[in-house]
């Protein structure tokens, strides 16, 4: 009896002790334990941002899945890149980041003014031919330009601080060019063959331009260039790019090289001779045209044929901006009128996207609104950026010019 209690104590004696190891173990590997578990722990815990390093925030999201929205803006009283404000909503985190202060003197002294004007220059005929009347013009009325004028006319723009946007850019006011620049539309109608002329296609089935054509040229000017920000919208008639065999692979090819494609009617009618119903047609057809080769990638903008109707008011101008067409609806957002000067600004109050004007881009002698006329005039009021198109900048005498925006508005 004696000898069997000596062996429970010893069998209990053995069980304490392995218990004693084990948790003697356990304790030690948690004291043990690599840091970094606390710092990823009390990282994952982190849910407001505010005066963190932007920098810091973007490593964080990384390491946890997140996407990341951020907003920049000017700030007197936070440090430029660091947290103003933060939400976290599931994995989706946006900050407002720091710009740091306003740049005001910087504004001043580069005479940023983003009320001033902007030209939308008009071309149609870019041929390769010597001149036939005053400067590059192949024509009397100079709606057909020669390939050297037009290249010219390119430099001409660049060297007088002028960079290329897009033309629904400039309408959503989401002019992108550095500060102290001036931004510029380029527009061709009509679709001719000499503005993106086929020469044939590479061994590997890319499309070859013309060097002399308007695409030839500015995709020259793109690569001497490259700050240029060289684009353009072409606006087609029915018979497209005039090149059958290869109209729907120009179409494409402009729409991935970062050019735009616009409506010009099917027929390139007079709206002022026209009926209500032959203007639904020539719009909403040409909608149609265009939604059957490239769904979803051309502007819904019209370019006025002969610049008529010369009204807002006429019978048919509601029908160019919205109509039905067999059952086919259209909408359009904004309509060019031939013109003869640089428009306003997208932010002044005036701005009216369905009744803009374009500078017809032609020689005459410095006279009626030709190219050396309408830059002369812009030099007293031209739009000048402040770099940043999240914010608006002007002058603080103009701010009753100003349409409402929910962009940031800054005066100086």
């Not at 392995?18 to 009390?42: D, Q, R, W």
């Not at 710009?99 to 939308?120: A, C, D, M, R, Y």
């Not at 109707?309 to 009128?337: F, V």
Request: glycine share 6%; hydrophobic share 35%; charged share 30%.
């Amino acid at each position: 009896m004696r000898r069997k209690r000596k062996l429970k104590k010893k069998v209990w004696g053995v069980m304490v002790f392995i218990v004693v190891v084990i948790i003697g173990a356990i304790i030690l590997t948690m004291v043990n334990k690599k840091p970094s578990y606390s710092n990823n722990h009390e990282e994952e815990k982190i849910t407001d941002f505010k005066n963190m390093e932007v920098s810091r925030v973007n490593e964080y999201a990384k390491k946890n899945n997140l996407e990341v929205k951020t907003n920049y803006i000017y700030s007197d009283d936070v440090k430029k890149d660091v947290v103003i404000e933060s939400l976290l909503n599931d994995n989706i985190l946006e900050i407002t980041v720091s710009k740091g202060s306003i740049p005001l003197t910087e504004f001043q002294e580069k005479g940023v003014n983003e009320l001033g004007k902007v030209p939308i220059m008009m071309y149609h005929q870019i041929i390769d031919t010597e001149p036939k009347y005053i400067g590059g013009n192949v024509d009397k009325d100079g709606y057909s330009r020669t390939s050297d004028a037009f290249l010219k006319d390119l430099e001409f723009y660049y060297e007088k601080g002028y960079r290329m946007v897009r033309l629904k850019d400039y309408i959503d006011g989401e002019i992108n060019v550095p500060i102290g620049y001036s931004p510029i539309v380029l527009t061709f109608d009509d679709g001719n063959a000499n503005n993106f002329k086929v020469i044939g296609k590479d061994s590997d089935g890319n499309l070859e331009f013309d060097p002399k054509s308007a695409i030839g040229i500015l995709e020259s000017i793109k690569k001497k260039y490259p700050d240029y920000g060289v684009t353009a919208t072409f606006f087609l008639n029915a018979e497209l790019c005039n090149q059958k065999e290869y109209n729907e692979d120009i179409m494409k090819w402009l729409i991935k090289n970062g050019y735009d494609i616009g409506n010009h009617t099917t027929t390139h009618p007079d709206f002022t001779k026209i009926s209500t119903e032959k203007t639904k047609e020539v719009v909403g057809k040409m909608y149609q045209k265009l939604e059957s080769i490239i769904p979803d990638d051309y502007l819904k903008i019209v370019a006025l044929p002969f610049g008529s109707p010369y009204k807002k008011s006429h019978a048919n101008y509601a029908y160019i901006l919205k109509g039905d067409y067999e059952g086919y609806q259209y909408e359009t957002e904004a309509a060019l009128r031939v013109g003869w000067e640089s428009e306003v600004s997208p932010f002044d109050k005036t701005f009216d996207k369905t009744f803009l004007k374009r500078c017809r881009a032609y020689d005459n002698n410095g006279v009626d609104f030709d190219i050396e006329m309408n830059f002369k005039l812009l030099e007293k009021n031209r739009f000048i950026s402040d770099g940043d198109s999240s914010i608006i900048t002007i002058k603080e005498s103009d701010k009753g010019k100003l349409v409402e925006s929910s962009k940031e508005i800054v005066t100086y």
